[in-house]
């Protein structure tokens, strides 16, 4: 079975975030990326898990510049197989899915796999993007999914729920928690990632419907208050008055 | 993040004053990246646990194999990761970041075990263990410390006298670590020439014993034991053929004194992070710890530090990388590196007030680590004698 994965990098979790430009800018100074853990914690990882239950490949693809080739190697180095950068540098979902669509389209794989979102937009797009320009069924938010002869079944978070769905290849899904466990890369991978094909492939002309006005961080949270517990006036006037709860 | 056992979520994250970051390759990333996801997993939910209870967390001998912790810089046909000597170091780095005595465990496996018999034993015996010790299969220990010989090892009286096919063993070494679940050791002794001599030696044969010592407040999720050898027969194919005199387990130790120099950076770095995120969130007097001068003096001192040891770490393992790096070089940076992470611990201790003297913070393991850091692999004070012989070329050893 022939598998793409979408890999995206973001800013390590505890970074500090600020903006340039007034405010319509990220500033990535200082900050350290990472690979966006849904995509290498689940996403990856279960197509590696697919590929040792039924053989086939597992190509990872990746929009952005030649700096961002560490997290590439690093997904080579957890088990992918070969790996496309589009050399682009992306300024938002849409041309991000362009650019792998493109890339998918005359490469015949069955899955396209996606993490859920990435943790710094919180975008959620590109998945289901890739798959309506490749006219393919998507499977959101998936965090479960086994073989049953030459179908999928895939399970879904749903609000308060799951749902099962039958699908077969190709399609597109996105990956959440469940559908996986990470895996560390070891030093032998990290070597052998060093022989593996990295193909650069040039971007082709790509249209952004988006562009951002502003960016800004969310206040800071103001101190905790605490009531005596035997004080329940007090609870009910603060509750009342200042957080205007009740 | 496996378990419930841990205290708390090990929140720990790198430090990096000078960019040094900039100097390491994408290898050199991914390594030390994937030895820091590890230890948050298998080492940090455990170790306090484990330490407080005296006890080696065996299970992770294993593990350190499959992440690739032993003989890293050894080449892969012989069991080793065929990686550079930065490698090898952020590798320690990580490890001791999480505790000492794990990082012993592996600098101890591959700097002291199969370091010397890749380097020294014949093509067969290599053949017969080295791919059994990188796959965490077999366990070794280093047998040279003896009890009345320890920053003296030349005056060693364990020794080896011939018997036709074999050579008969006698004597006793102390404070190894590993060697009560050792299944071979790596032993110095003097043969009847009077020469240090080295040899494979595993536990299952005749007259060999390694009983434990008890008592210890410093690494004490590392396993540490005696060898006492009675008439152990070992075969002349275990001895190796080339090497004699006092430069044979030197240039082991060189090897696990590197491994250290990076190692200790490790666990400054946790006890400075631990240090600073505590002096930000604990409020007297109405405001942050962190925002008083003193206690700024301690973290600003403690990051100048680390800095520096960052630094010398590094241009050490350049050196170490074309051949070029000195006994006496690494002897400095273990001794400095070192003494700077005993000396941030302390401070640490100190800024995390009482709690600094609980395990619900890693300072004060740490802290007692390093005094055997401190000591094993060559005292301090051996260090400076060391330094001190290379710059005035007299010997004031003896
Ligand atoms: C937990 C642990 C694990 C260890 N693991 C191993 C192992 O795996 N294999 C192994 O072979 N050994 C191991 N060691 C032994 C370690 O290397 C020795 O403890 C060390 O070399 C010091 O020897 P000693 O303890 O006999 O101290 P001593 O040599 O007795 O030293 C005592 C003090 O005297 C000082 N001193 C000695 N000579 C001089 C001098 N000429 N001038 C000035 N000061 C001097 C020393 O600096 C020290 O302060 C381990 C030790 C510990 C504590």
Not at chain 1, 18 to 39: E, L, Q, R, S
Not at chain 2, 21 to 28: P, T
Not at chain 2, 124 to 132: D, F, R, W
Not at chain 2, 214 to 243: C, M, N, Q, Y
């Amino acid at each position: 079975m022939k598998l793409l994965v979408a890999i995206s990098q973001t800013p390590e979790t505890t970074a500090r975030i600020a903006f340039k430009d007034d405010g319509k800018a990220f500033d990535a100074a200082g900050v350290n990326f990472i690979m966006n853990p849904y995509d290498e914690w689940y996403a990856l990882v279960r197509a590696l898990e697919l590929k040792e239950e039924v053989g086939g490949t597992v190509s990872v693809i990746h929009c952005g510049p030649a700096a961002h080739d560490v997290t590439i190697r690093k997904a080579l180095a957890i088990g992918a197989d070969d790996a496309y950068r589009v050399d682009i540098d992306p300024d938002s979902a849409y041309s991000v899915a362009q650019q792998i669509a493109a890339h998918a389209k005359s490469e015949g794989y069955a899955i396209i796999f996606t993490g859920k979102e990435t943790i710094d937009y919180n975008g959620a797009l590109v998945g289901g993007m890739i798959a309506g320009i490749l006219d393919q069924p998507f499977i959101s938010h998936a965090s479960k999914m086994v073989t049953s002869g030459d179908k999928m079944i895939v399970t879904r978070d749903i609000e308060g729920g799951e749902e099962e769905i039958e699908v077969s290849t190709p399609f597109v899904l996105s990956a959440s928690k469940g559908l996986a466990e990470q895996r560390i890369p070891n030093m032998r991978g990290i070597m052998s990632a060093k022989s593996k094909p990295l193909t650069v492939i040039e971007a082709i002309p790509s249209a952004s419907l988006a562009t951002y006005t502003s960016f800004s961080v969310p206040p800071p949270k103001s101190a905790v208050k605490l009531v005596d517990p035997s004080d329940m006036d007090e609870l009910v006037r603060l509750l009342h008055e200042e957080a205007k709860a009740i | 993040m496996s378990g419930h056992k841990s205290v708390k979520t090990d929140q720990y994250q790198g430090h990096d004053y000078f960019n040094v970051d900039e100097l390491l390759s994408q290898d050199h990333l991914l390594a030390r990246d994937a030895v820091r996801d590890w230890v948050k997993q298998e080492v940090s939910p455990i170790i306090e646990d484990y330490s407080n209870r005296s006890e080696c967390p065996k299970h992770l001998f294993k593990g350190l194999a499959e992440i690739g912790a032993y003989g890293p810089s050894l080449p892969v046909e012989y069991g080793g990761g065929g990686m550079d000597e930065i490698a090898y170091g952020v590798i320690m780095q990580e490890l001791e970041r999480g505790d000492s005595g794990v990082r012993s465990m592996a600098s101890v496996q591959g700097s002291l075990v199969m370091y010397p018999i890749f380097r020294y034993a014949s093509e067969e015996i290599k053949k017969k263990y080295l791919p059994k010790l990188g796959s965490g299969e077999m366990i070794g220990c280093f047998g040279l410390t003896e009890p009345d010989h320890g920053s003296n090892p030349s005056g060693m009286v364990t020794k080896i006298v011939d018997d036709g096919d074999a050579y008969i063993l006698n004597g006793a070494k102390m404070w190894i670590t590993n060697s009560p679940v050792a299944d071979l050791a790596v032993v110095w002794a003097k043969d009847e020439a009077g020469e240090i001599r080295g040899m494979v030696v595993e536990s299952g044969w005749k007259g060999f014993s390694a009983p434990e010592i008890h008592g210890k407040w410093s690494l004490r999720a590392s396993i540490t034991g005696e060898l006492v050898f009675e008439d152990v027969r070992v075969p002349k194919t275990h001895v190796f053929p080339d090497i004699k005199g006092l430069k044979g387990p030197l240039s082991c130790l060189s090897k696990a004194r590197y491994g250290i120099a990076w190692g200790a950076i490790g666990a400054g770095l946790d006890c400075y992070d631990s240090a600073l995120r505590y002096s930000l969130e604990r409020e007297q007097f109405g405001r942050p710890i962190g925002g008083f001068q003193l206690t700024q003096k301690k973290l600003a001192e403690m990051i100048t530090e680390i800095t520096k040891a960052q630094l010398l770490a590094w241009r050490l393992g350049s050196l170490a990388n074309v051949g070029k790096a000195t006994p006496a070089q690494i002897s400095m940076a273990k001794r400095n590196n070192v003494h700077m992470a005993l000396e941030i611990a302390r401070e640490a201790r100190q800024i995390h007030g009482g709690m600094g003297i609980t395990n619900e913070y890693p300072v004060m393991r740490h802290m007692m680590n390093l005094e055997t850091v401190l000591t094993y692999e060559g005292t301090h004070d051996i260090h400076l004698l060391i330094t001190g012989m290379d710059v005035t070329g007299l010997n004031a050893f003896s």
